[in-house]
């Protein structure tokens, strides 16, 4: 499923890496004990520190480091033990102090790997380089004025994560299933709620593109703040595409910063930006550098939840579901626990299957996410439950199921209020087997001639006949019994 | 590492601090001539030494993660040269 | 009777206010005239005499009610205006600031505050505190009470230099400075007052504005070791608000003052006797050696190599440094803006009109040290530099208590002097600025007069976090010298 580009003279790849900046969950910001909290009142989140006041000073938050340390671990990551806060330099009005407080010679995490199962089934694994803590910005809003922009510093001072890949992707593809994978390792772990539309999850994307076969790296241009996992693909393929017409038309890639417009589905060049950086980044004499023990780490790795990796394998090893299913019942971490208690005690294989079939479809439709759903787990697993022991049909399933999203309530009762029990007894079904083999005795003929085809008219006859209540598969067998 | 009056602009550009031209010649004279001294510090071998940033051996002290402070916008915004309201301002970015 | 009471120091202000011979605002009235008939030494960027008189009120009645806070209730003190105090304007005597008035009080001004003192007035001082003569400041220079011969005004020494001026001319009782190298010593020294340095970390930082935020030290500016020790009591301690702020318990430093020094190990490093020192600061040198002897010390040459690579490396470092903390002056959240066409343009019309020539100058060599291509060879350098001065003073302290140099290379000099020579001026803090790039506590001590007739100072340095024996072998230096001269007129 190798992803090439056509060009004039032979298939292009692209190589991609990816910068993703996570917002950290916790309370206060990463150096003064203002609020995170999304949607407050303009410049109601500041401290005095936040907004640069002279002589203020930062003091590091204890949780977001705890945070930094537990990703890089849900990222098979190095923690480096010894790490330094240093200072970016460079102007801009929504960076108070004239530099933002980050990590550079010496991040907190080192390298790592995050795996990605690819849909047709080969496993991808996708080196990470790095991951450091940093300042967000606040926000500049250029619309309110004309002639002026106004700054909101809530953002001012809240923590990153700065999780920096290899160029170890190639094609969009790998990218959302990156960008997936990366946001539900964050969100079991409980470090970032992964929430691309209010920012807490930001991507740039590394591209740059080489003949095939060729191991050299070409000039890369950078897309800043693509907002959907969706957008970061388009803006990829588009961009890549862009490289390679400029290559076949004989000219050279510029390095430089591009932005994506969602609306044209293109990338455009930043002009504003183009002017030479020197960042200056020297080390933070304001704080002191970060020395963490083993102990320390050892007893966040301890503390660690089940990761989806682990959890995928737990479920296709111990309910014996087929890898697809799992893979999609573990991305996240609700509907894998959704999922367990459904399945718990019962036909697994059945409960992926009304989660994955029956409830998800129910949930898209309406929007909903799954500790939102109109039925409970519980309610789900008895439903399972009378569909396996063969109180119901599963046809009839549906329809409790039905009524159970619609109005609520408890499957055992629905079936019993609705007299919805399936017909085992023999007799009975055998009545009704006969009555409509005398009824019908051209197909009987039809049948008998060999048109074997006949058995599923003759099984829908009884089952309309019994309200779809009869045992399906009695039925089919008393069917071939009396018309052999 | 004598410094020319085009880097003594771009430096000035880089710290964004507005110098007539007039005073270029005379600035990168006094930077030469502070440059040119702390270069002695070349006749030293720092092979091998670690750099040092802070004085002290003690780690950085952590603070507990709660929010106790902030919703002081007045404060915030009470020396602002043209702040709105709500905001603060500066001349309009065009991206 | 006024004459008198500002002649005063702490300890003898705090017994006969302990005795009811006065009261604070009697102090305070008579140090406000002395600041109102002494203002042409522009030793104040804002006097506030009304807060004075409020809180020397309020002094006096905790004291009617039994509830005096100690030695410091009730006493006048100035405060250098690079301390953010809360309602009042805040200046660091830079046009950036322009009309800046904090909502928060500096941890050290607000300690202060609790324990009773009485804030005078905010005390000026070198632009963003980068100077040695006090002749930076927007607000203009402050003169020293003390005249030579040749009756030209003389610099107080920098930059907490308007610090200096007060507490010399007996306008405060005592002041606070801050010393990144050397700011509260060579001034102390240029004006005939003690001025103590701490160890790095003992004063909260919170609420200064920065210089140079791995250097920047507050510290007392007193009219003898005594109040130094008392005023230091006061100021220091631990706070959570800066990283920096060292989390060890506060001595009482006035108990340390034993006046027994017998078997002290005083250190006298070699490096300190540079070529073409006036003979004069040689003489006043070798006096401290033999105070120090006479009192039983045991005196012992050691050796601190890297001492002449000190300053260079500082005028590295500092610049570095304070180019990125003053970053933040940058015309949208306080202080003075000054409008442009856009964005980039109101950045460098602000910076450009709001910084004074000696922080342009620093500012542009700290961003071109940290600068692409120049960052190793400058400021890593210079680190490693830093590496190996604080590893020599390590050494000579395995083998002496304290070091004994003198504070500055010459006394104070003519108003306009050095101005056209940068390097020329920074030389002033060759002996200050070591002990300042390892952390160190060192104070600054009368030690006699120049054949001018201008206060030369005796400079220690003492192990980190031991103040106590910097203090001791100061107050043994005062006790021998006997300095009893007084600014003519004063």
């Not at chain 1, 300042?135 to 619309?143: E, I, T």
């Not at chain 3, 400079?459 to 106590?468: K, Y």
Request: net charge negative.
């Amino acid at each position: 499923m190798t992803y090439l580009i056509q060009g004039d003279d032979g298939d292009w790849e692209v190589v991609i890496g990816l910068e993703v900046h996570a917002q950290i969950v916790s309370n206060s910001k990463l150096f003064s004990g203002a609020s995170t909290a999304f949607g407050g009142a303009p410049n109601s989140h500041v401290s005095l520190v936040d907004a640069a006041m002279p002589g203020m000073l930062p003091v590091v938050n204890r949780v977001c480091v705890e945070q930094a340390v537990r990703t890089g671990l849900g990222l098979n990551a190095k923690i480096n033990l010894h790490s330094v806060f240093e200072r970016k330099n460079y102007f801009y009005p929504d960076l108070p102090f004239g530099y933002q407080i980050s990590q550079f010679q010496h991040p907190i995490v080192g390298e790592g790997v995050v795996t990605l199962d690819m849909p047709d089934g080969s496993v991808r694994e996708i080196g990470i380089e790095r991951l450091h803590m940093e300042q967000d910005a606040g926000k500049s809003m250029h619309d309110q004025d004309p002639k002026r922009t106004f700054v909101d510093l809530n953002r001012a001072g809240v923590a990153l994560m700065e999780i920096v890949s290899k160029p170890d992707l190639r094609s969009p593809e790998e990218v959302g299933a990156y960008l997936r994978k990366l946001r539900s390792i964050l969100r079991y772990l409980g470090t970032c709620d992964g929430n691309m539309e209010q920012g807490s999850l930001r991507c740039d994307a590394n591209v740059s593109v080489r003949p095939k076969g060729s191991t050299e790296l070409r000039t890369r241009c950078e897309i800043k703040n693509v907002n959907s996992v969706r957008f970061v693909m388009q803006a990829i393929e588009f961009e890549a595409e862009r490289q390679v017409d400029i290559y076949d038309a004989g000219d050279t890639v510029d390095q430089e910063t591009r932005l994506y417009d969602a609306t044209t589905g293109e990338t455009r060049s930043m002009r504003s930006k183009e002017e030479a950086h020197d960042y200056r980044y020297f080390p933070d004499p304001d704080l002191l550098p970060i020395d963490l023990s083993q102990e320390y780490v050892d007893k966040i790795r301890a503390a660690l939840p089940e990761l989806p990796d682990a959890k995928k394998l737990r479920f296709i090893d111990d309910y014996g579901i087929a890898p697809d299913d799992a893979g999609v019942l573990v991305a996240e971490q609700e509907t894998a626990a959704f999922f367990e208690a459904v399945a718990d005690g019962r036909d697994a294989k059945l409960a992926a299957n009304w989660v994955i079939h029956e409830l998800f479809a129910v949930l898209n439709k309406s929007g909903l996410d799954i500790d939102e759903s109109p039925v409970s787990a519980e309610s789900l697993g008895k439903l399972v439950g009378l569909i396996a022991d063969n109180t119901i049909s599963g046809r009839i399933a549906k329809d409790v199921f039905e009524i159970m999203v619609a109005e609520g309530g408890d499957p055992e009762a629905i079936v019993e209020e609705k007299g919805l029990k399936q017909i085992t007894d023999t007799g009975a079904i055998e009545g009704e087997v006969d009555k409509i083999i005398a009824e019908n005795p051209g197909q009987v003929e039809a049948y008998q001639g060999g048109n074997e085809k006949l058995i599923g008219w003759f099984v829908g006859q009884v089952m309309k006949a019994t309200g779809g209540k009869a045992n399906p598969k009695m039925v089919n067998e008393l069917l071939r019994k009396k018309l052999s | 590492m004598a410094l020319d009056e085009a880097t003594v602009r771009s430096i000035a550009k880089l710290a964004r601090i507005r110098v007539a031209d007039d005073d270029l010649p005379g600035l990168a004279n006094e930077l030469n001539n502070i440059l040119g001294w702390i270069e002695q510090l070349n006749e030293v071998d720092t092979d091998g030494v670690e750099p040092l940033t802070v004085v002290g051996d003690a780690q950085t002290p952590m603070r507990q993660d709660v929010v106790n402070d902030g919703d002081i916008r007045d404060d915030v915004l009470a020396n602002a040269p043209d702040a709105e309201p709500e905001f603060f301002t500066v001349p309009k970015v065009v991206e | 009777m006024s004459d008198a009471l500002t002649s005063l120091t702490i300890a003898q202000a705090a017994a006969k206010l302990a005795a009811g011979e006065t009261s604070s605002v009697e102090l305070t009235d008579a140090h406000i005239a002395a600041m109102e008939a002494h203002r042409d030494l522009n030793a104040f960027i804002t006097e506030t005499p009304d807060l004075a008189r409020a809180r020397a009120a309020e002094s006096d009645a905790r004291r009617a009610s039994g509830d005096a806070r100690g030695p410091l209730d009730g006493i006048p003190i100035a405060m250098k205006d690079l301390f953010c105090t809360e309602g009042v304007l805040t200046t660091a005597a830079s046009h950036i600031l322009d009309g800046f008035t904090p909502t928060y009080e500096s941890t050290v001004s607000r300690k202060l505050r609790e324990v009773g003192t009485v804030m005078l007035g905010k005390a000026n001082l070198d632009e963003f505190a980068m100077g040695s003569a006090n002749v930076t400041s927007y607000y203009g220079p402050v003169k020293s009470p003390w005249k030579a011969a040749d009756g030209k005004d003389r610099v107080p020494g920098g930059s907490s230099g308007g610090s200096a001026t007060a507490v010399a001319a007996n306008i405060a009782m005592a002041a606070t400075g801050t010393d990144t190298g050397g700011s509260i010593r060579q001034p102390a020294a240029f004006c005939g007052i003690v001025g103590l340095k701490p160890t790095y970390g003992r004063c909260s930082r919170w609420g200064i504005v920065a210089f140079a935020s791995s250097l920047d030290q507050a510290g007392p500016m007193t009219k003898t070791v005594e109040d130094a020790a008392i005023m230091l009591s006061a100021m220091a301690g631990y706070d959570p608000m800066d990283s920096t702020s060292a989390d060890k318990p506060v001595p009482d430093f006035a108990a340390a003052l034993t006046g027994d020094i017998k078997g002290l190990k005083v250190g006298i490093p070699i490096e300190y006797r540079v070529e073409g020192m006036p003979y004069e600061i040689e003489e006043a040198w070798q006096k401290g050696v033999e105070w120090l002897k006479d009192q039983g010390a045991e005196i012992v040459e050691v050796s601190l190599p890297h001492t002449k690579y000190a300053l260079p490396t500082y005028y590295i470092v500092a610049p570095a440094e304070a180019s990125s903390n003053l970053a933040r002056y940058d015309g949208v959240r306080y202080g003075l803006r000054v409008e442009g066409g856009d964005l980039t343009e109101m950045y460098e019309a602000t910076r450009g009109e709001g910084f004074g020539a000696e922080v342009r100058r620093r500012v542009l060599i700290g961003a071109y040290v940290l600068s692409a291509g120049y960052y190793d060879a400058y400021y890593l350098k210079a680190q490693k530099l830093r590496t190996l001065i604080l590893r020599d003073f390590t050494d000579a302290f395995d083998k002496v208590d304290v070091l004994l140099t003198p504070t500055a290379p010459s006394a104070a000099f003519a108003i306009g002097e050095k101005m056209d020579d940068p390097v020329a001026m920074y030389l002033n803090d060759v002996f200050a600025v070591p002990a300042s790039l390892a952390g160190l506590p060192a104070i600054s001590v009368p030690g006699g007069l120049s054949s001018e007739g201008l206060p030369l100072g005796l400079h220690l340095i003492g192990r980190a976090f031991d103040e106590e024996t910097v203090l001791r072998a100061g107050q043994a230096l005062e006790t021998a010298a006997g300095f009893t001269a007084r600014p003519a007129g004063f």
